[in-house]
């Protein structure tokens, strides 16, 4: 069997796929083989290569809405793709494509349709990505994050499966971390998603402070545009170890208390597979303002609370990131509800489900 996985352009796209991909090779690892379709602008080519999954890469950017130059070029780019990836699709024969998100997915799916080749989707968020609401009327499954938003729509058959996370290995005790860091504080993780956050960072440096003063001590993720700006504001001061990207943030997950980040839909089920309460402050001009409904669903289901960013958002995070920790009855009741809402066990269920569909067509 020969699979197609689509994804790319950020984290939030390319982990969901790996996981399901891994999963794909434990449940038929004698008689398959993949090929993962990427782009060059993220570290999807670096992570087949760790896993040993052929990459084919694809020069595809975003269609602006308005007329430009950067249009006319995007146009072409997704012809040229096309072209490539059903190149492929008539010597190789792949029996489905797996499409996880970014506009590399375009052309796959593309290609696929006009092949007459089975797809999946994976949509994360609850406000449905453009190119998932364009061909999720063909797709044999659209696999679902969270429950679509508002009152957005999905052609096709959907399923709630969460979206995908990696299994951790080792535990908390088992996880190396800097030099001065002391397992016995209380710990806080400021994150900002594979991209950073430097508007939010900004907003934070008033909470820090704060937070520091009252014992607790600070992994802060900056990401690399405002690494510098954050380092030099915080200073020499002890307690907060500020990095501009951490390789792997689970072992930073399993020693924080409460997670402060943005609302992306990985960054989400990430928190909640470790089972830790969070204040979410969405992107504000994330696509279709995506990010504020999915902080919105963790409020609801209990493990989050959503903060919108302004002037004053650093020190209601400080006071809501203290209270959570200090309330024991509200720290306990986030963590149940986080517990209760983790997506393990989201990537095999994608991957069964799609092997049993290749199975009853076979």
Known sequence: MHIVIAA??????????????????????????????????YREEELCKEHRIPFMSLDVRGIARALSPQTLFAATSFAAASLKVRAHFRRARPDAVLAFGGYVCAPVLAAA????????????????????RIFAGGAAYTFLGFPIA??????????????????????????????GFDRTKPTILICGGSQGAAS?????????????????????????????????????????FIFDLLP??????????LVIGRAGSSTINEIAYFGRPCILIPLPWSAENHQWWNAGYAE????????????????????????IIENGERYERMSRCAVDNTPAGAAADIARRVLAYQEKRA
């Open 113 to 132: 349709r006009l092949s007459g080749i089975p797809y999946f989707l994976q949509e994360q968020n609850t406000v449905p990505g453009l190119v998932n």
């Open 300 to 323: 609801e289901r209990g493990w989050a609370v959503r903060v919108d960013q302004n002037k004053k958002c650093g020190e209601r995070t400080a006071n809501l990131a203290i209270d």
């Open 248 to 257: 792997d943030l689970y072992p930073y997950y399993a020693a924080a208390k």
């Open 150 to 179: 508002g009152t957005w729509r999905l052609k096709g058959e959907t399923v709630l499966t969460r979206t995908p996370v990696r299994g951790v290995v080792g535990t908390y005790e088992d996880f190396e971390y800097p030099r």
């Open 200 to 240: 939010m960072n900004k907003e934070l440096l008033s909470a820090v402070g704060k937070i520091l003063d009252r014992g607790y001590q600070v992994v802060w993720q900056t990401g690399t545009v405002s690494f510098h700006e954050v380092k030099a504001s915080v200073g020499s001061r002890g307690g907060v």
């Open 8 to 41: 790319g352009g950020t984290g939030g796209h390319v982990f969901p796929a790996l996981s399901v991909a891994v999963e794909l090779r434990a449940e038929r690892n004698r008689d398959l083989s993949l090929l993962w379709v990427g782009t060059e602008r």
